[in-house]
């Protein structure tokens, strides 16, 4: 393997019942703005148990916070802090809320510019102000790492940053909060884990069989509970199998001393910048696309994958890779997610328009051995045009 | 699965040539204590790079940390650590070393009694002073958690505490340090790691799939990677497995959400104070007499271990518990670490005596369940005695 640095002081609190030790973690006479999206909270008894368990606070509430957030709600919330001088950031909600909740945190006190250049020029986040998270919605790992990826509406630039200055302080893991998600948001949630692993797992082999391993147990923990919280997100056993699963997936474990490859994310940005495609969906698209296309550069881990995930273990290499490959899109299927851009009413005339713009930044190629040019890029998205 | 809170902020720097950013986790001015073993570290070549990296220190040395480390040596460190008033503590060796050092930090800032109450009365650790890590054995996994195992020589006790405070601020992970370890000390390793999973996993199903698989992947590449650091502890690729694989073993994160037991370790420890058996054989010892006197309780864990780390899938329950349960004990034999209490010449009479030790500190019974009493010690090591 190669060399790596570890470090994820998050605190995670998982489970039920548990929100009563929420003082104990904000530190006392804070004026806490709460943040938090469209509303799920008022319906998932999250809201209640909060302002019970934080009545000896000041508490400023921050809602609306979209799906793909926007660089312009979170300017808005910047501005409330500043006005009323708030001194802890409270995050209520799922990737995107969370995600806000860190550009916010940094944009509050960014001193050295605009804070769009944290996520166009990615300029150096010095300070941020402290962030809890109350987590009711599985998926995008962002409670327990230190990443963030906002989205500009006047510009439909989609960009990301990441700081150890934004890692949560701690993470309240609400496993029964997120059973009354909508089928649809379960369902993305599991996608959008699924290929969080799979961009740190299915690059080419360093002789990491543990970090190998950890990725293929969450890989299929979520083939394994992923249909029973589409079928049933109240189901609490499995939502909270799969919210573990999650967490792990994105919190720096399983990419310690291993290259990570990030291209489905990269070329699936594009997808939604452009035509507002649920994120988790346009990963779902991209996969089988770009395994078609690169499955002899990604051969030894395609193999590897099918015989430990889905138990593919007859036939060719050639005949394995088309079977494992099938059987990632029926999956992503069965839950719910449609793969072909078609299925989304998207012609090629995107196409070419994403593949202008990895041209125009000047980006020569992408992915974890820089072999995905323009060009591949194009062959990938025209795979999965029907 | 069950409610949890993890939390871990050590900062792991894992790998070869890495000893340069040393100075850039230790305070500069700290007056450095550096805590080492037997020597070995004048051997490994860890000790002239650690002296060349820290030239702008002041370091004092503190050599002779014996394996089980003695209580009366840790006191001589703190003696030296009040005369000369060091700041930060520096262990440089494996889980003996490490875990004095831990002792050391907070017995250095004990002012409120006698610091062996630490460990035999469990008080409570308010302060400790802060310490960093440069490990140069894979085993105990103490560079990432809080746990420390101390041995007053005066009355042959082996006793074990707990604290944040003195969680490593950070580790150096040394697999090329580790490559001149003597195989036997490679093996106990290896098994020493091998049985903290076995601790945290081998209790009862609590529908907690990815922890059940974190820790069949631990297990699975301990036997797959051990007995290449047996053959040739200077096979970097293969250390490297392991060394990472005993760090997660037991740095909080399999044991989430699951329960514990820890017996075949309460019981260890006892052959280790009265016969200084190395503490790894003494779990090899005790661990197959245990799941032969508990096969029944342990049933379904052990069906799941056997099938899934050791492929046994034929034949009644039973008989595959049986097949399990030997090749676990002969994986041990094959690390060379022997099974039986005749292979180190203890006898009936030691069995009598720690029944007796058990009896007298009134605990009424240990393990995941409270199921092993002293009755049950008795017969675990009676099924080992030859």
């Given at each position: 393997m190669d060399n790596f640095e570890f470090f994820n002081p998050v605190k995670v609190i998982f489970g039920k019942?548990?929100?009563?030790?929420?003082p104990s973690h904000i530190p006392a006479k804070s004026k806490v703005l709460m943040i938090y999206g469209g509303g799920s909270i008022f319906k998932n008894g999250v809201y209640t148990q909060l302002k019970e368990n934080l009545k000896n606070y000041h508490i400023v509430e921050f809602g609306g916070v979209e799906p793909n957030p926007r660089y312009e709600t979170a300017m808005k919330a910047v501005a409330v802090i500043k006005a009323q001088k708030i001194d802890f950031l409270l995050a209520v909600g799922g990737g995107s809320v969370i995600d806000a909740t860190k550009f916010i945190a940094a944009a509050a006190l960014?001193?050295?510019?605009?804070?769009?250049d944290i996520l166009s020029?990615?300029?150096?986040?010095k300070s941020a102000l402290p962030l809890g998270v109350l987590l009711?919605?599985?998926?995008?790992?962002s409670e327990m790492n230190t990443n963030s990826v906002m989205t500009r509406e006047e510009t439909h630039e989609k960009l990301a940053f990441a700081s150890?200055?934004?890692?949560?302080?701690f993470s309240f893991l609400l496993p029964d909060a997120a059973g009354s998600l909508p089928q649809r948001q379960a369902a993305n949630g599991v996608v959008d884990a699924f290929i969080h692993v799979i961009e740190q797992?299915?690059?080419?082999?360093?002789?990491a069989p543990l970090q190998d391993r950890f990725a293929e147990s969450i890989l299929q923990t979520l083939v394994e509970e992923g249909p029973k919280v589409y079928a049933n997100p109240a189901d609490y056993e499995a939502m909270s199998n799969i919210m573990w699963s999650a967490t792990m997936a994105l919190n720096g474990l399983i990419s310690c001393g291993v290259p990570g490859d990030w291209s489905v994310h990269s070329i699936g940005h594009e997808l939604t910048a452009l035509h507002e495609i649920d994120h988790a969906r346009t990963l779902a698209i991209v996969l089988p696309g770009l395994w078609t296309v690169l499955k002899n550069e990604k051969k030894e881990k395609l193999l590897q994958y099918g015989q430990r995930v889905?138990?593919?273990?007859?036939?060719?290499d050639d005949e394995r890779i088309t079977k494992t490959i099938n059987q990632t899109e029926s999956f992503f299927n069965s839950l719910g997610l449609k793969t072909k851009l078609s299925d989304y009413g998207v012609g090629v005339e995107t196409i070419d328009k994403i593949v202008d713009r990895f041209e125009k930044r000047g980006w020569k190629a992408i992915g974890d051995r820089q072999l995905i040019t323009p060009t591949v890029i194009r062959a990938v998205l025209m795979h999965q045009l029907k």
């Open positions: 019942d548990q929100l009563s030790k929420l960014f001193e050295e510019g605009d804070p769009w020029k990615q300029s150096p986040v009711t919605l599985p998926a995008t790992g150890t200055k934004v890692f949560p302080q797992y299915l690059t080419y082999p360093v002789n889905w138990n593919v273990t007859e036939g060719t």
